[in-house]
């Protein structure tokens, strides 16, 4: 049986401020309180529009003698949503996505690079582990549409391969 308690309103309250604070989309919080007391709790949210970083998406370089010309002229061409291009490389799960495997290695792929199916694109780490992104097939990097470092939420477009 499951009893209200005074505080379960405010722990609640404090879970949906959490989940806006943070941009999270969902949480789920399980509280024991005896034997047969427990409070099982999920908050979640739908986002009506696209998330925050699918409008702006970055286009990253990380060679310093890479033009920025042919990226841009290669955005005009893309889709307005990066997501719905069909070289689109997306997230698995949310988390942190890097571009190297350790900071001031070198990244796994650049942009105009040539990779095989199952080759690592980036790392995204979720709870402390670090998850291979890899290639879904061979072809070339047009677009790095994360930075790294950065958030990333589940679905969200992470490269464009052509």
Not at 23 to 33: A, C, Q
Not at 104 to 113: E, T, Y
Not at 138 to 144: C, D, E, L, M, S
Request: glycine residues 6%; hydrophobic residues 40%; proline residues 9%.
């Amino acid at each position: 049986m499951t009893k209200t308690h005074d505080s379960d309103v405010a722990f609640i309250k404090a879970l949906a401020e959490l989940l806006r604070e943070n941009d999270l989309t969902e949480l789920e919080v399980s509280r024991e309180y005896g034997e047969d007391d427990a409070l099982n709790v999920r908050v979640a949210r739908q986002l009506t529009a696209a998330p925050a970083p699918a409008p702006q998406p970055v286009a990253v370089t990380h060679a310093p003698q890479a033009p920025s010309a042919p990226a841009a002229s290669t955005s005009t061409n893309a889709p307005q949503d990066p997501a719905q291009d069909p070289g689109a490389v997306t997230s698995p799960m949310v988390g942190t996505a890097y571009l190297s495997s350790e900071p001031g290695a070198s990244r796994f792929v650049q942009i105009g690079d040539t990779v095989e199916e199952g080759q690592t694109l980036l790392i995204v780490e979720a709870m402390k582990t670090m998850n291979q992104i890899p290639s879904p097939r061979a072809g070339q990097v047009k677009r790095i549409l994360v930075e790294d470092g950065a958030a990333v939420e589940y679905g969200a477009p992470l490269v464009i391969l052509a």
